[in-house]
């Protein structure tokens, strides 16, 4: 689904306040589920979340942490809900069995580097992947999910949306007040440039790493080509910017809504529009595992990493909870 436009930051009108009550009971929810207790684990979980509905980068974080934690030697598992998909879990992530029908978009991209788990439950998903092995938990999203208990959680930020109109659902995009998911978490992590004002929104004492994304080896051998991209994303604009700074010709795009699924349709349009324009079909690996087998072949994935301004920063976070990780001889 696409989110409201009055969810945008500065965005007015009477919608926002006409649905404020409704804020108030869902911000009072949250309130509640939260001061519940959750599983403590033996090995150090880390979360990676956010105050807003849609994405925010989580799952290009986890990713990068997921890298760290396997140059130091720990074993990580990846933990998610699996948006989208329709199983409950505890379940890990088969790329071979399973598809984003299943187990989420995400799911899927984690699954490719680490072991990964979908469970509704994050604290019986974690019991799981200890009993599998685990030294430590990497949770992509979650923040607002009580029934795990975190030891370095992660305020996400995207630069280019921040904290949208600064409500709550539904009248905006929040899920809980700014400075209550800050309070939870150790860190803010802005991806991108601050262009809304969100860090006047986060508390002072809150240390924010900066990042931002950066597109894969694949972007520089398209360098100087047109290319048609596509792909439903919270934030298509960041793919598109991310492909234009890597030296592609954007000849075309083409915008869907977050976790759109791509039918036989959707593909021969698509493609009919990259031939018009004689530009190379690109996507990014998260809408890819939503495309119909027998198209995949045709189309081009853009990949995107993160690149922090202060690597040393993310490392010092890690440092005490690799610290109480038995690495074996």
């Not at 986890?62 to 998610?80: K, T």
Request: hydrophobic residues 45%; glycine residues 12%; aromatic residues 6%.
């Amino acid at each position: 689904m696409r989110a409201p436009g009055f969810w945008v930051g500065g965005s007015g009108g009477v919608a926002p306040l006409l649905l404020s009550p409704f804020s108030a009971l869902y911000a009072g929810a949250t309130a509640r589920r939260m001061r519940r207790s959750g599983w403590r684990a033996p090995v150090p979980v880390i979360c990676c979340g956010n105050a807003t509905a849609g994405g925010a980068g989580k799952t290009t974080v986890a990713l990068d942490l997921g890298r760290r934690l396997a140059d130091r030697g720990i074993a990580s598992h990846f933990l998610l809900r699996g948006y989208g998909g329709s199983l409950k879990g505890p379940a890990r992530v088969d790329p071979d069995k399973h598809d984003s029908t299943q187990v989420g978009d995400e799911a899927l991209l984690l699954a490719e580097v680490r072991p990964t788990w979908v469970s509704a439950d994050r604290g019986a998903g974690g019991m799981a992947a200890v009993a599998s092995g685990a030294q430590a938990i990497v949770m992509d999203d979650g923040l607002q999910n009580p029934t795990l208990e975190k030891d370095l959680s992660l305020l996400v930020v995207d630069g280019s949306f921040g904290f949208g109109n600064g409500r709550v659902i539904p009248a905006g995009p929040l899920r809980e007040p700014v400075a209550a998911a800050a309070a939870r978490c150790q860190a803010a992590v802005l991806v991108g440039p601050d262009e809304c004002g969100a860090l006047d929104q986060l508390p002072k004492s809150l240390p924010v790493l900066r990042a931002k994304l950066v597109a894969g080896p694949e972007a520089a051998m398209l360098a100087g080509q047109p290319v048609f991209a596509f792909c439903g994303l919270a934030n298509p604009a960041k793919f598109f910017a991310t492909l234009q700074e890597a030296g592609t010709v954007l000849a075309g795009r083409e915008a869907f809504a977050d976790h759109y699924p791509y039918d036989e349709g959707d593909l021969k349009d698509l493609l009919a529009q990259a031939e018009a324009l004689r530009a190379v079909p690109v996507t990014t690996k998260k809408d890819f595992v939503r495309i119909p087998h027998q198209f995949r072949s045709r189309v081009t994935v853009v990949t995107v990493g993160l690149a922090w301004e202060e690597p040393a920063s993310i490392e010092s976070l890690l440092d005490p909870l690799a610290a109480r990780v038995p690495i074996p001889a």
